[in-house]
């Protein structure tokens, strides 16, 4: 393919995304479409009770294996360190799907947040 033939052939293959683009930018579009994106991260919805659940079922998990029967830790020490070791495997996923380009999601770290409670609570006391 020659140079000339070349510059219009990806002329061709780009205009559309261009012009969808500055279309997309230059109107309140975009502003619609964060708004919808929000709205559609709802509290009640499958995505935050798996965070919930995950979550709940990695304390017990952490503190099984941390506590005097695993790794010889007491039982404070197990509980912090099964509590502290989800809410960083919680934040590292937010980070991890921030850097996909998804949204970082407080509400998936709120439903990490309770799940690590309820773990506590439940597998720790």
Not at 21 to 50: H, P, T
Not at 68 to 87: C, K, M, W
Not at 109 to 117: E, F, H, Q, V
Request: with cysteine; aromatic share 10%; proline share 1%.
């Amino acid at each position: 393919m020659k140079t000339a033939d070349k510059s219009a052939y990806y002329l061709k293959i780009q205009k559309p995304f261009v012009n969808l683009q500055s279309s997309f930018v230059n109107s309140q579009d975009a502003s619609d479409w964060v708004r919808r994106s929000l709205s559609e991260d709802r509290w009640i919805a499958l995505d935050k009770l798996a965070h919930l659940l995950v979550s709940f079922s990695l304390v017990g998990i952490g503190y099984a294996v941390s506590s005097e029967r695993g790794l010889g830790f007491s039982r404070n020490q197990a509980r912090i360190l099964s509590a502290g070791g989800t809410a960083l495997i919680g934040i590292a996923k937010e980070i991890h799907d921030y850097r996909k380009g998804s949204d970082f999601c407080g509400k998936d770290l709120t439903a990490d947040g309770l799940g690590i409670a309820l773990g506590v609570l439940t597998y720790t006391f």
